[in-house]
């Protein structure tokens, strides 16, 4: 297995090599192009010619050299920037549709400045999606200058512009977005009654930044468009007091990694006798069984400033690998109602769902896609399967010279506590600036404690703080700084050493440089190599380091056999080799298992996003005029596409919720529930064509759009887009275990028990 895992990483080395020497090549015939006798208005001139035969079907491969000559020209002479080798590599490999690793502080901004202006050549725009807000407007302006200074326009999209400003900005040449509000425009271009009120053109050419956390750990998660919602007390708080006293073993069970949570016997029977509601399994009590489900889960798997916390009245869910707050995100509906009941806070009602791609479906409507990150060959496999991308490494510019250090293992949480505000403070004693990364909100402010009170002085950054994010990475890399984060600090974050100061880095630099330490492992080696990589960027000196405890949540759900229990406790770390072999081993399981599950969810969500894409395609015709029919026609036969697509949607979440009981029927789920949807899919057009017939023969034909209001063809009066949370979404038939089984077969009613299947809802 070692002899295979070797001669795989020298065959993936060998053909990185291969791609870097052509790569190689084709930056020195741009090195050679030099274009700095030209004046300005020559530069332009070129750009003009590029321009026009790019538009007259001049293939890009036959004019990379020439344009990415002439932006290293235009960024010199209006950023003062002259692209690096490895930069212009980057920007060639990003051209021809890999997804590249280049280390943090190498300038992968510059590097797509090259490939998105030669793709926007054409005219069709090109899309760059960023982390957040803030980086797409600070890119926008920031390469600005070179992309106008060419000839082609540039614009960011910021969440709550108008309208207009939208339609503007996507109709640039270079259009900077999230990968979030580019996906919810394009939801809320679903579903309008008028071409007029779209904001989106056709999809051409996108460079994805940070792409492993969007096209991996963001890759399932569902956007919603909705209509109205309204606040309401929350129904949920009988079923959150029940699942309050019910004890786990004796009352319920979980399964072997704790991802899901259920029932025993022992559990039904206390369940009934505090709900009062006969036996639990009936039929009648399908609705019951949900909601008390959904308790249970966020009772028993949810923790407070782990997973969410409560701030001004609401809940906000922490994003597991940025240990952000997930701005605009819910779980799905049933336990979003649980969670909101656990706290004891008012519940707002989901409107109706009216539309939803989830950011895999969404990216892949680009016909080109590439990608960037610092953190990509891990996932290389996974990459290959989902979008067909292969990873290609740059060598930075300045060579790494970041001590990693081995882990620091420790058989007990105690002893990680203590070795960990020993380290802190003898390395703090020096002057030398750290970065710590916890696991949690609630981590990050026990340690910060436990340091000042040791009596060293530090800064906490997590999602309790956000707002003073800026002012607290600013300060981090100066002498003497000590900051405390969750995984906030990890990614799209630059410390600088000496905070700015040319002085104080050089007195970092000779201490060492920036310190990191990581108290935890991640459930993905992409994490921990984030965190690592606020260190020694750009050739600056740096270390990092990792404290583990055999304590630890992941050593103590995939590590059990080096658990605690088999080694006495001790202060001092532990110096098992085999153990550190071990982490290693967890990770690549872990990321294995949610790869799996990824695929997974894919086999729920594929067919439902084609039956989607086949929907509204015909609906794209109807909006423009391509199908020939009157305007009353028109609108009619949109507005009924809406409306039992929605309905679909909502026949669909039904039975996502349910389908995993085929399992206990001996019946594949996923098999059930696509021939379920396709079933309901086959029916929808019969639905729109008897609706929109009968709804034209009330108008009599009038095109008067007064009428339609009177009828209610209209779009609806106001919409909300949100995130879910796709993670709790998946499929449990693996994960019943034995007492649960049998549980749930002797509970159910005789008629039931004698029914070879399960019988699911009608649509």
Same mark, same amino acid.
């Given at each position: 297995?070692?002899?295979?895992?070797?001669?795989?990483?020298?065959?993936?080395?060998?053909?990185?090599?291969?791609?870097?020497?052509?790569?190689?090549?084709?930056? #020195?015939?741009?090195?050679?192009?030099?274009?700095?006798?030209?004046?300005? #208005?020559?530069?332009?001139?070129?750009?003009?010619?590029?321009?026009?035969?790019?538009?007259?079907?001049?293939?890009?491969?036959?004019?990379?050299?020439?344009?990415?000559?002439?932006?290293?020209?235009?960024?010199?002479?209006?950023?003062?920037?002259?692209?690096?080798?490895?930069?212009?590599?980057?920007?060639?490999?990003?051209?021809?549709?890999?997804?590249?690793?280049?280390?943090?502080?190498?300038?992968?901004?510059?590097?797509?400045?090259?490939?998105?202006?030669?793709?926007?050549?054409?005219?069709?725009?090109?899309?760059?999606?960023?982390?957040?807000?803030?980086?797409?407007?600070?890119?926008?302006?920031?390469?600005?200058?070179?992309?106008?200074?060419?000839?082609?326009?540039?614009?960011?999209?910021?969440?709550?512009?108008?309208?207009?400003?939208?339609?503007?900005?996507?109709?640039?040449?270079?259009?900077?977005?999230?990968?979030?509000?580019?996906?919810?425009?394009?939801?809320?271009?679903?579903?309008?009654?008028?071409?007029?009120?779209?904001?989106?053109?056709?999809?051409?050419?996108?460079?994805?930044?940070?792409?492993?956390?969007?096209?991996?750990?963001?890759?399932?998660?569902?956007?919603?468009?909705?209509?109205?919602?309204?606040?309401?007390?929350?129904?949920?708080?009988?079923?959150?007091?029940?699942?309050?006293?019910?004890?786990?073993?004796?009352?319920?069970?979980?399964?072997?990694?704790?991802?899901?949570?259920?029932?025993?016997?022992?559990?039904?029977?206390?369940?009934?006798?505090?709900?009062?509601?006969?036996?639990?399994?009936?039929?009648?009590?399908?609705?019951?069984?949900?909601?008390?489900?959904?308790?249970?889960?966020?009772?028993?798997?949810?923790?407070?400033?782990?997973?969410?916390?409560?701030?001004?009245?609401?809940?906000?869910?922490?994003?597991?690998?940025?240990?952000?707050?997930?701005?605009?995100?819910?779980?799905?509906?049933?336990?979003?109602?649980?969670?909101?009941?656990?706290?004891?806070?008012?519940?707002?009602?989901?409107?109706?769902?009216?539309?939803?791609?989830?950011? %895999?479906?969404?990216?892949?409507?680009?016909?080109?896609?590439?990608?960037?990150?610092?953190?990509?060959?891990?996932?290389?496999?996974?990459?290959?399967?989902?979008?067909?991308?292969?990873?290609?490494?740059?060598?930075?510019?300045?060579?790494?010279?970041?001590?990693?250090?081995?882990?620091?293992?420790?058989?007990?949480?105690?002893?990680?506590?203590?070795?960990?505000?020993?380290?802190?403070?003898?390395?703090?004693?020096?002057?030398?600036?750290?970065?710590?990364?916890?696991?949690?909100?609630?981590?990050?402010?026990?340690?910060?404690?436990?340091?000042?009170?040791?009596?060293?002085?530090?800064?906490?950054?997590?999602?309790?703080?956000?707002?003073?994010?800026?002012?607290?990475?600013?300060?981090?890399?100066?002498?003497?700084?000590?900051?405390?984060?969750?995984?906030?600090?990890?990614?799209?974050?630059?410390?600088?050493?000496?905070?700015?100061?040319?002085?104080?880095?050089?007195?970092?630099?000779?201490?060492?440089?920036?310190?990191?330490?990581?108290?935890?492992?991640?459930?993905?080696?992409?994490?921990?190599?984030?965190?690592? #990589?606020?260190?020694?960027?750009?050739?600056?000196?740096?270390?990092?380091?990792?404290?583990?405890?055999?304590?630890?949540?992941?050593?103590?759900?995939?590590?059990?056999?080096?658990?605690?229990?088999?080694?006495?406790? %001790?202060?001092?770390?532990?110096?098992?080799?085999?153990?550190? #072999?071990?982490?290693?081993?967890?990770?690549?399981?872990?990321?294995?298992?949610?790869?799996?599950?990824?695929?997974?969810?894919?086999?729920?969500?594929?067919?439902?996003?084609?039956?989607?894409?086949?929907?509204?395609?015909?609906?794209?015709?109807?909006?423009?005029?391509?199908?020939?029919?009157?305007?009353?026609?028109?609108?009619?036969?949109?507005?009924?596409?809406?409306?039992?697509?929605?309905?679909?949607?909502?026949?669909?979440?039904?039975?996502?919720?349910?389908?995993?009981?085929?399992?206990?029927?001996?019946?594949?789920?996923?098999?059930?529930?696509?021939?379920?949807?396709?079933?309901?899919?086959?029916?929808?057009?019969?639905?729109?064509?008897?609706?929109?017939?009968?709804?034209?023969?009330?108008?009599?034909?009038?095109?008067?759009?007064?009428?339609?209001?009177?009828?209610?063809?209209?779009?609806?009066?106001?919409?909300?887009?949100?995130?879910?949370?796709?993670?709790?979404?998946?499929?449990?038939?693996?994960? +019943?275990?034995?007492?649960?089984?049998?549980?749930? +077969?002797?509970?159910?009613?005789?008629?039931?028990?004698?029914?070879?299947?399960?019988?699911?809802?009608?649509?």
């Amino acid at each position: 297995m070692h002899l295979a895992g070797r001669l795989f990483r020298s065959f993936r080395d060998y053909d990185n090599q291969s791609k870097l020497k052509g790569l190689q090549q084709r930056t #020195g015939l741009i090195r050679a192009r030099n274009l700095s006798d030209m004046n300005d #208005g020559q530069l332009q001139q070129e750009s003009h010619r590029l321009q026009t035969a790019a538009r007259s079907g001049t293939p890009l491969d036959e004019l990379l050299v020439d344009a990415y000559a002439l932006v290293c020209e235009a960024a010199k002479r209006t950023l003062g920037l002259q692209p690096y080798l490895v930069q212009i590599m980057a920007g060639i490999a990003l051209h021809e549709r890999y997804l590249i690793e280049q280390h943090t502080g190498e300038g992968k901004t510059l590097s797509a400045v090259m490939p998105a202006y030669l793709n926007a050549l054409t005219g069709k725009g090109v899309h760059v999606l960023t982390f957040n807000d803030y980086l797409a407007n600070r890119d926008a302006q920031w390469m600005g200058p070179v992309y106008r200074f060419l000839g082609l326009s540039v614009s960011a999209v910021q969440a709550g512009m108008s309208l207009a400003l939208k339609r503007e900005a996507y109709a640039s040449d270079i259009t900077y977005v999230t990968a979030k509000e580019a996906g919810f425009d394009y939801l809320r271009d679903s579903i309008v009654l008028n071409e007029a009120d779209t904001v989106h053109r056709s999809f051409h050419y996108v460079i994805v930044d940070e792409a492993d956390s969007l096209l991996l750990d963001e890759a399932r998660v569902p956007l919603v468009i909705s209509g109205d919602t309204s606040a309401s007390a929350s129904a949920g708080l009988q079923y959150a007091e029940v699942a309050r006293q019910l004890q786990p073993a004796e009352h319920y069970d979980f399964d072997d990694f704790k991802r899901n949570v259920y029932l025993n016997e022992a559990g039904a029977v206390q369940a009934e006798l505090l709900l009062g509601c006969g036996n639990l399994y009936d039929s009648h009590n399908s609705h019951l069984l949900t909601s008390l489900n959904c308790a249970l889960h966020v009772e028993a798997l949810m923790k407070k400033d782990v997973d969410y916390i409560v701030r001004n009245g609401n809940i906000e869910l922490i994003e597991e690998y940025t240990g952000r707050v997930a701005e605009n995100r819910y779980l799905p509906e049933g336990l979003q109602a649980a969670l909101v009941a656990k706290e004891g806070l008012q519940s707002v009602a989901g409107g109706k769902v009216l539309g939803t791609i989830t950011i %895999q479906h969404f990216i892949s409507l680009y016909p080109n896609i590439c990608g960037m990150t610092a953190t990509a060959r891990a996932s290389a496999m996974e990459f290959e399967k989902l979008y067909s991308l292969q990873v290609v490494q740059i060598p930075p510019n300045r060579s790494n010279i970041r001590l990693d250090l081995p882990y620091r293992i420790y058989t007990h949480k105690e002893a990680k506590l203590k070795a960990l505000v020993q380290e802190i403070s003898s390395i703090h004693s020096a002057g030398r600036p750290i970065l710590i990364g916890t696991s949690s909100v609630e981590e990050s402010d026990l340690l910060a404690e436990a340091l000042i009170a040791a009596g060293v002085p530090c800064n906490v950054l997590n999602a309790k703080n956000d707002a003073e994010e800026a002012g607290i990475i600013a300060k981090a890399g100066e002498l003497g700084a000590v900051t405390v984060s969750t995984n906030m600090a990890g990614r799209g974050v630059d410390i600088r050493l000496g905070g700015g100061s040319l002085k104080q880095a050089e007195a970092v630099a000779r201490l060492g440089g920036l310190y990191v330490i990581g108290t935890h492992m991640n459930e993905s080696v992409r994490i921990d190599n984030q965190l690592r #990589g606020r260190s020694g960027r750009q050739g600056d000196p740096g270390a990092s380091v990792f404290f583990v405890s055999l304590e630890d949540e992941l050593m103590l759900r995939f590590g059990s056999s080096y658990g605690a229990a088999r080694t006495s406790r %001790q202060d001092e770390s532990l110096e098992d080799p085999a153990l550190r #072999g071990t982490i290693t081993h967890i990770q690549r399981v872990i990321m294995g298992q949610n790869f799996e599950i990824h695929q997974e969810l894919n086999s729920y969500s594929d067919m439902v996003e084609d039956q989607r894409r086949i929907l509204y395609s015909e609906r794209l015709d109807i909006l423009k005029g391509n199908k020939e029919m009157s305007p009353s026609e028109q609108r009619v036969r949109l507005f009924y596409i809406d409306e039992f697509w929605a309905d679909h949607l909502a026949y669909i979440s039904y039975l996502r919720e349910s389908i995993h009981l085929e399992s206990l029927a001996n019946r594949n789920p996923i098999d059930e529930f696509h021939e379920q949807i396709t079933k309901a899919y086959e029916q929808l057009y019969t639905k729109i064509n008897d609706a929109a017939a009968d709804m034209l023969v009330r108008l009599g034909g009038s095109n008067d759009p007064a009428d339609w209001e009177k009828l209610g063809l209209n779009s609806p009066p106001s919409t909300r887009t949100y995130i879910i949370n796709d993670q709790y979404i998946q499929d449990k038939r693996s994960s +019943w275990t034995g007492a649960t089984v049998f549980a749930y +077969w002797l509970r159910r009613p005789l008629k039931w028990l004698l029914s070879p299947v399960i019988k699911l809802p009608k649509y």
